[in-house]
């Protein structure tokens, strides 16, 4: 069974960038979707973007749209989000889930653990 | 991206049935996916397409979808269940949007 293991907790300045790495560990996930989904304290869910990792291709969310960049490591089965120019609303769990079929970014049957991402100065 | 509309809360006394809906434009064209978020845990997939439950979700849960709102149903609401409920869908670019969330109580 696929796990997805995310790195550990992170406490950035503002203006600064956070990497969140997401591995595939017993299994791969060069066939399927990526999705990074994060959480502020207390809110609801919200979608970043996500990668389809057969096409080599990222979508991101209009909100994030150039200042978020998700790529795929194939080789290593490791997908990664980063966030530039981060300020004390980023302040979330950050979660990387793995989509049912190929291209389905929204429909994420595996998630991993979350990372923390804290923005304070 | 269009936006998903979720009643915030909604209670359930132990044993009835409850539904959790989800309204947005995007439906008409696709359908709903659900999660089951516990505290401090990561949100569990609940239901997906029309009505496909993953392996190991018991089957007192269920989905429908009517023009622009799909439903979660749970028959027979048990201590468990109590979590929060977020749909989310996808729109005609393939980009995702979740609703805002319900948080079910059990009574």
């Known amino acids: 069974q696929v796990q997805l293991v995310q790195s550990g907790p992170e406490a950035k300045e503002p203006g600064s960038s956070v990497k969140v790495s997401c591995k595939a560990s017993?299994?791969?996930?060069?066939?399927?979707?990526i999705s990074w989904v994060r959480q502020a304290p207390g809110q609801g869910l919200e979608w970043m973007g996500g990668f389809n990792v057969m096409l080599d291709t990222p979508k991101y969310a209009q909100k994030f749209q150039g200042r978020v960049t998700i790529t795929a490591d194939r080789s290593t089965s490791t997908a990664y989000m980063e966030l530039s120019r981060l300020r004390s609303e980023d302040t979330a769990v950050y979660y990387c889930?793995?989509?049912?079929?190929?291209?389905?970014?929204?429909?994420?049957?595996?998630w991993g653990r979350g990372t923390l991402v804290t923005v304070s100065s | 991206s269009s936006e998903l509309t979720q009643d915030p809360a909604v209670s359930v006394a132990l044993g009835q049935t409850v539904r959790i809906t989800c309204q947005g434009d995007s439906l008409r064209g696709y359908y709903a996916t659900w999660y089951q978020q516990k505290p401090a845990q990561a949100p569990v997939l609940v239901m997906s397409?029309?009505?496909s439950r993953p392996s190991g979700i018991p089957d007192r849960f269920s989905g429908s979808s009517s023009g622009n709102v799909a439903s979660l149903t749970i028959t027979g609401a048990l201590a468990e269940d109590e979590a929060d409920y977020y749909c989310?869908?996808?729109?005609?670019?393939?980009?995702?949007?979740f609703g805002g969330g319900t948080k079910l109580t059990v009574l």
């Open positions: 989310n869908s996808r729109d005609s670019s393939g980009l995702v949007v």
């Open positions: 017993g299994g791969t996930f060069s066939t399927y979707a």
């Open positions: 889930a793995r989509g049912v079929l190929p291209a389905a970014l929204h429909a994420l049957d595996i």
């Open positions: 397409g029309k009505n």
